[in-house]
Nanobody, 128 residues
């Protein structure tokens, strides 16, 4: 059973930056073989795909709303996937989840139903 733990959330003013991390728990399998996605859930809304990355790190997808502001990356040696978030906006507020899929990165974007394993989430609040 793959277990994921997110960290790096917090409160920030508009225009600020945060870096989220997603790591597999120490007793779990490594992330090397998994496509990893970051999803965001705003209050009262569904999980929206933010960004996802292939197992090798060679391919990525971004939601239109975050293109040019967010960067997903992974360091398989550290068993960690990152989401660098710059120029944050109020509408980026929500709980951010990382999720793992044993399948290939979908060219159609980060689709929630393709991801089998989910972390507990980390809160990101963008407020002035």
């Amino acid at each position: 059973q793959l277990q994921l733990v997110e960290s790096g959330g917090g409160s920030v003013q508009p225009g600020g930056s945060l870096r989220l991390s997603c790591v597999a728990s120490r007793f779990a399998l490594t992330l090397d073989y998994y496509t990893i996605g970051w999803f965001r859930q705003a209050p009262g809304k569904e999980h929206d795909g933010v960004s996802c990355i292939s197992s090798s790190g060679g391919s990525t997808n971004y939601a239109d709303s975050v293109k040019g502001r967010f960067t997903i990356s992974r360091d398989n040696a550290k068993n960690t996937v990152y989401l660098q978030m710059n120029s944050l906006k109020h509408e980026d507020t929500g709980v951010y989840y990382c999720a793992a899929s044993a399948g290939q990165l979908s060219p159609g974007g980060c689709r929630r139903f393709e991801y089998e394993y989910w972390g507990q989430g980390t809160q990101v609040t963008v407020s002035s």
